[in-house]
């Protein structure tokens, strides 16, 4: 059984960048999608973007984060990465990686089968 285990979160301020990981157990990663979501604070799971799984390919479901934020998958590792840059207060939440078996999923948690505890990142000087 897939399990997916987030981490890499932490404080940081405006301006500066972060790096989370998302690592899975139990099944390979060669096989699924893997998605970023997050959760502000009093707001409901926003879809971030996602890795595809045949050639690497990403896809931003936010175009909030385009230009700041790159995805990467390291499948010898069973792991992909979340790569954050230029972060904003706005920036702030739980970020979950999820994994589906649709080569592109869509922004709907319906999509994903599988998913990680989330790892907290907070932007605040």
């Known amino acids: 059984q897939l399990q997916l285990v987030e981490s890499g979160g932490g404080l940081v301020q405006p301006g500066g960048s972060l790096k989370l990981s998302c690592l899975a157990s139990?099944?390979?990663?060669?096989?699924?999608?893997i998605g970023w979501f997050r959760q502000a604070p009093g707001k409901e799971r926003e879809a971030v973007l996602y890795i595809n799984k045949y050639d690497g390919s990403s896809t931003y479901y936010a175009d909030s984060v385009k230009g700041r934020f790159t995805i990467s998958r390291d499948n010898a590792k069973n792991t992909v990465y979340l790569e954050m840059n230029s972060l904003k207060p706005e920036d702030t939440g739980v970020y979950y990686c999820a994994a589906s078996v649709h080569s592109r999923p869509g922004p709907l948690a319906h999509d994903y089968y599988s998913w990680g505890q989330g790892t907290q990142v907070t932007v605040s000087s």
């Open positions: 139990g099944v390979t990663l060669d096989y699924y999608a």
